[in-house]
């Protein structure tokens, strides 16, 4: 049997999955700290790189694990789900993203966690969130069409270089591997 | 203001790996990445379903949460629950459970709730525009090699650091 096992299934099985791989995403996003919005917000005035290390990290063992396992024949790649590319709406959001991140200090994700270990500041951020996500739907009739745009589908880095995939893995953990020397590095000059 | 509290932290590579194994575990189990965002997507259309259901129908963003068993069965909506507890345990075993208002130093209490209440504002505008945030898109398509998680990753890490001066006594 090839993995995924429970792709495209919305039955009792997934969500029980789905709060075992929450309660495990949760576990490991406090235990990196980053619950913690002055530790989050570390990484951008270069004091505290935290963020980058976790996510980098995170990024790396998920990608070169997805890699081998689809090389091995363990995971059918083809029917893991790729987010999907429209550039300008995730280029524009991205930036609007990434301004309100520095504001709240947290992310969603993290927000919850820093709110489940009795942060207010990490609850306001939930219904902050929340709050954006409601009055964006609601008035989404005139985003539409800038949200349609520059569609990409599911489009991969490989696909848009014709490089090889394994290529493309060795060079994300070559510039990975020198971006945590750099990060080590700002953080000795920091402290 | 916060000081340590409880055990220290994690060695941030080795959480990161941890991480790491949880999304390939995602994968692996499920064919489809981590999420945040999203599950706050999927709770706000099953609010404005149950307060006007033809509103809801109509709108093409809350329409297509409608399917399936229902927004309030939505898988992301139960992982992000699982969030909450996964946090709260990690937390609790570690000694880290602590009622606050975490805030930088030159910042009232007050203050810190209006910034986190306006940044989570913002986020969610971005994360509905980009269809995602830091762990469905940045995370999950990251890892899978998404041009368009890649391009999220570098446009929100930029915009962060352009902002990040104007907050600086927010937060230093």
Redesign the interface.
């Known amino acids: 049997m090839t993995?995924?096992?429970?792709?495209?299934?919305?039955g009792t099985t997934?969500?029980i999955?789905?709060?075992?791989?929450?309660?495990?995403?949760?576990?490991?996003?406090?235990?990196?700290?980053l619950?913690?919005?002055?530790?989050l917000?570390g990484?951008?005035?270069f004091t505290d790189l935290?963020v980058f290390?976790?996510?980098?990290?995170?990024?790396?063992?998920?990608?070169l694990?997805?890699f081998w396992?689809g090389r091995i024949g363990?995971?059918d790649l083809s029917?893991?789900?790729?987010?999907?590319?429209?550039?300008l709406?995730?280029?524009?959001?991205?930036?609007?993203?990434?301004?309100?991140?520095?504001?709240?200090?947290?992310?969603?994700?993290?927000?919850?966690?820093?709110?489940?270990?009795?942060?207010?500041?990490?609850l306001?951020?939930?219904?902050?969130?929340?709050?954006?996500?409601?009055?964006?739907?609601?008035a989404?009739?005139p985003?539409?069409s800038?949200?349609e745009s520059t569609s990409?589908g599911?489009?991969?880095?490989?696909q848009?270089t014709h490089i090889p995939?394994g290529v493309?893995?060795f060079a994300?953990v070559a510039i990975a591997l020198a971006g945590?020397r750099v990060a080590e590095f700002i953080e000795r000059r920091a402290s | 203001m916060?000081e340590e509290r409880g055990r220290p932290?994690?060695d941030?590579?080795v959480?990161?790996?941890?991480?790491?194994?949880?999304?390939?575990?995602?994968?692996?189990?499920?064919?489809?990445?981590?999420g945040?965002?999203g599950a706050?997507?999927s709770?706000?259309?099953g609010?404005?379903a149950a307060a006007s259901p033809d509103r809801a129908q109509a709108?093409?963003?809350?329409a297509r949460y409608l399917g399936?068993?229902g927004p309030w069965?939505d898988?992301?909506l139960?992982?992000?629950?699982?969030?909450?507890?996964?946090?709260?345990?990690?937390?609790l075993a570690?000694g880290?459970?602590?009622?606050?208002?975490?805030?930088?130093p030159h910042m009232s209490s007050r203050a810190?709730?209006g910034?986190?209440?306006?940044?989570?504002?913002?986020?969610?505008?971005?994360?509905?525009?980009?269809?995602?945030?830091?762990?469905?898109?940045?995370?999950?398509?990251?890892?899978?090699?998404?041009?368009?998680?890649?391009?999220?990753?570098?446009?929100?890490?930029?915009?962060?650091?352009?902002?990040?001066p104007l907050?600086?006594r927010?937060?230093?």
Do not use: H
């Open positions: 993995a995924p096992f429970l792709d495209g299934s919305g997934a969500l999955a789905a709060i075992v791989i929450g309660i495990a995403f949760g576990w490991t996003l406090e235990r990196a700290g619950g913690s919005a002055r530790k917000t990484q951008f005035y935290t290390k976790v996510m980098f990290s995170a990024i790396l063992v998920a990608m694990g997805a396992l363990v995971l029917r893991v789900y790729v987010p999907e590319t429209f550039l709406p995730q280029l524009i959001g991205g930036v609007v993203f990434g301004a309100g991140f520095v504001v709240a200090g947290l992310c969603p994700g993290t927000s919850c966690v820093a709110a489940a270990t009795g942060r207010v500041d990490g306001f951020v939930v219904l902050g969130m929340f709050s954006g996500v409601l009055v964006a739907g609601l989404f009739a985003l539409l800038f949200y990409r599911s489009l991969t880095l490989p848009l995939y493309i893995v994300i945590f | 916060s932290y994690a941030p590579y959480a990161g790996a941890a991480l790491g194994l949880v999304l390939l575990a995602a994968y692996v189990v499920m064919g489809r990445g981590l945040a965002s706050f997507a709770g706000a259309a609010i404005v709108n093409p963003y809350f399936g068993r069965l898988w992301l139960f992982e992000i629950m699982g969030v909450f507890i996964g946090g709260y345990l990690s937390a570690a880290r459970i602590r009622r606050e208002i975490e805030r930088g810190r709730l910034t986190a209440f306006a940044g989570g504002t913002i986020m969610g505008l971005g994360a509905v525009l980009a269809r995602g945030c830091t762990s469905g898109l940045a995370l999950t398509g990251g890892a899978l090699l998404s041009v368009g998680s890649w391009v999220f990753i570098m446009s929100a890490f930029a915009a962060a650091y352009l902002f990040a907050m600086k927010a937060w230093r």
